[in-house]
């Protein structure tokens, strides 16, 4: 587990895969920018057993201190970096859960990983995530248009880096327990 002041990011465990199941069915899980997805049980067991699917990344759950889940946040190589995504509660958002979330893992890729960048995605027209990240210290690179098709439509993204010399060292990651 990696603990931070006020969540905790646990690996997501088989185990797990209902309350996913549920989120990902969910439509204002993922809000109004993302894909909308109806995921079974039984498909997302299929893709958690067989590590060459599309579901590449590493999941952790977002954890309030009390162990209560409120979102996700995961990785995966791209190229010699690696890329983060998340999503959290509607109920949970401007909290500042998000962005401590996405700090831990900053923290936890540059001190595990031998990469120069983190890199995310973003719609243009989520303001919310756009301040999480820059929040964290990511700089805007650019736009990358016609990345997602959600509700009908395509729609641009931008895309926001922090490189391992602009993040220099730990900033709230307080401690990790190698239970995974």
Request: hydrophobic share 35%.
């Amino acid at each position: 587990m990696l603990e931070g002041k006020t969540v905790n990011l646990r690996v997501m465990e088989k185990e797990d895969l209902p309350i996913v199941a549920e989120w990902l069915s969910t439509l204002d899980f993922y809000g109004e920018y993302n894909p909308l997805m109806q995921v079974s049980r039984a498909d997302l067991q299929k893709s958690y057993d067989n590590p060459t699917s599309e579901w590449k990344l590493t999941w952790f759950f977002i954890e309030k201190k009390d162990g209560r889940k409120i979102g996700e946040i995961g990785h995966r190589p791209v190229g010699k970096a690696q890329g983060i995504a998340y999503a959290i509660l509607p109920s949970e958002r401007k909290k500042g859960y998000c962005s401590e979330a996405v700090m831990v893992m900053v923290d936890y890729l540059f001190l595990s990983k031998n990469i120069v960048r983190i890199q995310a995605h973003t719609d243009v027209r989520n303001e919310g995530s756009q301040r999480t990240l820059e929040k964290v210290g990511f700089k805007k690179e650019g736009l990358v248009r016609k990345h997602d098709f959600a509700y009908g439509k395509w729609t641009d993204d931008y895309i926001y880096s922090i490189l391992r010399e602009e993040w220099k060292e730990p900033r709230i990651l307080t401690k990790t327990n190698q239970e995974y």
